[in-house]
């Protein structure tokens, strides 16, 4: 469904994606594992259209993207649901959900049903649908964040680190929801520091350092790997 070859990404002369290739494939949740700074929020930004590539190649369901704007890779079906939620804060909690469906504009029966099945699917957004985004607690906000994303009815989802800050209760919320989305069937690109819950509920792993995609397989195949699991999920994977 998505296939990245060869990307190359820099701010300025430091390389911050150096040939990176990869593959989602539909229906799948792919995995990409790295520690801060590795590169993971440069690589959604990239696939996304926010940030433009030196070199390489982003093909999205056999069209390439790396030459066309942001709000047509939306239109396209993929879309990204940003570190640190981002949900526009002055705004109420319906109204971010409108904007999440600004590339359906004029399909109206369609987005409200989407916005009442938004609601079914976290009832907190509904007790709290006029509230101001900017005071939601962070696990609300960053529900907000994925509702808001699913409004625009992606083919793939891309989630920059969506456990990151959450108290441990919140952060087991949250993967039980793209645990259920995965289900469903949507295609999901989870970026995650947190590698043994990443791990368990992703078909597909890959490890990203310094801008450098160092292994690619299972979960089955970290867990039988000892060098990749001392030296890449140390004692992340003890937590
Ligand atoms: N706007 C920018 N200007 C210059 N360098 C940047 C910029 N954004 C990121 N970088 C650098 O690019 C590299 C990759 O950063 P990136 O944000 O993609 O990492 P990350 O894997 O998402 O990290 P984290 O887990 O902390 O979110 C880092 O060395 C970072 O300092
Ligand atoms: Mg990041």
Known sequence: M??????V???????ALRNVSLQAEKGKLTCILGP??????????T???????????????????????????????LVLVPENRLVFPHLSVSENLL???YSRFGKKNEVEEDLESMYKRFPILKERYLQEAGTLSGGEQQMLAVARALMARPKLLL???PSVGLAPKIVNTIFEIIKTL?????????????????????????????????????????EDNDIIKRAYLGDISES
């Not at 801060?36 to 930004?45: P, Q, V």
């Not at 369901?61 to 709000?71: A, D, G, P, V, W």
């Open 9 to 15: 990404t820099s701010y300025g002369l430091i390389k």
């Open 99 to 101: 904007a999440g469906a």
């Open 182 to 222: 995965s289900d469903e069937g949507i295609s999901i690109v989870l970026v995650e520091q947190n590698a043994v819950k990443a791990s368990a509920i992703a078909d597909h792993i890959y490890l990203l350092d310094q801008g450098e995609i160092t292994f690619s397989g299972t979960p089955d195949q970290i």
């Open 2 to 7: 998505l296939e990245v070859n060869g990307l």
């Open 36 to 45: 801060n700074g590795a590169g993971k929020s440069t690589l959604l930004f």
């Open 159 to 161: 989630m920059d680190e």
């Open 47 to 77: 696939i996304a259209g926010i940030l433009k590539s030196d070199m390489g190649s982003i093909k999205f369901l056999n069209k390439e993207l790396s030459k066309i704007k942001t709000s047509e890779i939306v239109k396209e079906g």
